[in-house]
T-cell receptor, first 113, second 112 residues
Framework: ETGVTQSPTHLIKTRGQQVTLRCSSQ?????VSWYQQALGQGPQFIFQYYREEENGRGNFPPRFSGLQFPNYSSELNVNALELDDSALYLC????????????FGNGTRLTVT | DQQVKQNSPSLSVQEGRISILNCDYTNSMFDYFLWYKKYPAEGPTFLIS?????DKNEDGRFTVFLNKSAKHLSLHIVPSQPGDSAVYFCAASANTGNQFYFGTGTSLTVIP
């Protein structure tokens, strides 16, 4: 069983640039969520995709957007990067919408300078 | 507004003894709870879950207890091992919702 994989592992961008992070969900999982984890904090929900449609969104501005593909892989796009966007971005997949745990990838460490 | 709180940033326990990690929540709609372990440079690893219809769930050395009236859950690790040293996060969700709310984590150190 292949787990959740994320790419790249590390990324350095300049303020104002755009970034795309990628995630392959665990086999058999049709729901993908993205979380942002700042230093010393717990993961914060960005949004969730279920069968290619956005299924919920946390308190993040519209410059955070995403996609889910037919094979249930996903992308997180962030436009107009700000210094505060520097964080660990975690992708998680789960089987169906409720009653099952999230399984996380190892994350992408984004640094905005 | 922090709906899930872990009030102990750190905990040290002797190898072989019990580790007890605590978590409080404020939203009475939460009905599904998870515990995760996180090593540096890795993503959180799922440990154990509990739904609100139960008050206890066991998996090997790990037991989670849920006290709905107090809005409190705890993770017991018995016996503690040095490999258990990591940051532990609790998370909660409502069945009608689609997001998990995480605490800020407790760093556990198991001393050999």
């Amino acid at each position: 069983e292949t787990g959740v994989t994320q790419s790249p592992t590390h990324l350095i961008k300049t303020r104002g640039q755009q970034v795309t992070l990628r995630c392959s969900s665990q086999s058999g999982h049709n729901t993908v969520s993205w979380y942002q984890q700042a230093l010393g904090q717990g993961p914060q929900f960005i949004f969730q995709y279920y069968r290619e449609e956005e299924n919920g969104r946390g308190n993040f501005p519209p410059r955070f957007s995403g996609l889910q593909f037919p094979n249930y892989s996903s992308e997180l796009n962030v436009n107009a990067l700000e210094l505060d966007d520097s964080a660990l971005y975690l992708c998680a997949s789960r089987q169906d919408l409720t009653g099952s745990p999230l399984h996380f990838g190892n994350g992408t460490r984004l640094t905005v300078t | 507004d922090q709906q899930v709180k872990q009030n102990s940033p750190s905990l040290s326990v002797q190898e072989g003894r019990i580790s007890i990690l605590n978590c409080d929540y404020t939203n009475s709609m939460f009905d599904y709870f998870l515990w995760y372990k996180k090593y540096p440079a890795e993503g959180p690893t799922f440990l154990i879950s509990i739904s609100s219809i139960k008050d206890k769930n066991e998996d090997g050395r790990f037991t989670v207890f849920l006290n709905k009236s107090a809005k409190h859950l705890s993770l017991h690790i018995v016996p503690s091992q040095p490999g258990d040293s990591a940051v532990y996060f609790c998370a909660a969700s409502a069945n009608t919702g689609n997001q998990f709310y995480f605490g800020t984590g407790t760093s556990l150190t198991v001393i050999p």
